[in-house]
């Protein structure tokens, strides 16, 4: 089956532009998490999915991330305004729904990394 | 709050020789702990996990990991490294009730001697 996907892979962009990135989770997964990492920091938790609603949101950082996932399929995670601060790798990594009492992997995609300039 | 240290950021180590990464954590409650591998332009893979039960986990690529609650540490080793396993180890804690929410460590990038 197909990995999780990440699109654009790589994006440079200005201060105060607006930058998308989109994550594919695998096909019948129902959870689906986005995770940052700022230069020469940790892996940091942004938001979680559970279909279309949005599980935990608590790791987003402020009212310029923006993030949706339509349909419960696809998601996209907007930076509106971007600054500086926001340059980093962010990844996507999708689940299937926990049953039985039993974890379920998280699987992650490549990671898109922005650059803000 | 949970978090996950990893005191060494980098590691090198020769060809053959054992390797051992270190990670201690902080959690108030039973932890689901785990260990990633990121190799270069692919994304983070599942090495092992602990939930509960034995406290020595195998995992794949001849990884094992070993909880010790005491020390709040959960160490990852492997007997004797191939130059593929090249690459930034991440151990994580999982939290909330089915450990979904991920608290990394900072990572700690292993490169290998021929």
């Known amino acids: 089956e197909a990995g999780v996907t990440q699109f654009p892979s790589h994006s440079v962009i200005e201060k105060g532009q607006t930058v998308t990135l989109r994550c594919d989770p695998i096909?019948?997964?129902?959870?689906l998490y986005w995770y940052r990492r700022v230069m020469g920091k940790e892996i940091k938790f942004l938001l979680h999915f559970v279909k279309e609603s949005k599980q935990d949101e608590s790791g987003m950082p402020n009212n310029r991330f923006l993030a949706e996932r339509t349909g419960g399929t696809y998601s996209t995670l907007k930076v509106q305004p971007a600054e500086l601060e926001d340059s980093g790798v962010y990844f996507c990594?999708?689940?299937?729904?926990?049953?039985?009492?039993?974890?379920?992997?998280?699987?992650f995609g490549p990671g898109t990394r922005l650059t803000v300039l | 709050a949970q978090s996950v240290t990893q005191p060494d950021i980098h590691i090198t180590v020769s060809e053959g020789a054992s390797l051992e990464l270190r990670c201690n954590y902080s959690y108030g409650a039973t932890p689901y702990l785990f260990w990633y591998v990121q190799s270069p332009g692919q994304g983070l893979q599942l090495l092992l996990k602990y939930f509960s039960g034995d406290t020595l986990v195998q995992g794949i690529k001849g990884f094992e990991a070993e909880f010790k609650r005491s020390q709040s540490s959960f160490n990852l080793r492997k007997p004797s490294v191939h130059w593929s396993d090249a690459a930034e180890y991440f151990c994580?804690?999982?939290?909330?009730?089915?450990?979904?929410?991920?608290?990394f460590g900072g990572g700690t990038r292993v490169l290998v001697k021929p």
């Open positions: 994580a804690v999982g939290a909330g009730a089915a450990g979904n929410k991920l608290t």
């Open positions: 990594a999708s689940s299937r729904i926990r049953t039985g009492g039993l974890y379920n992997e998280q699987f």
């Open positions: 096909s019948g997964h129902d959870n």
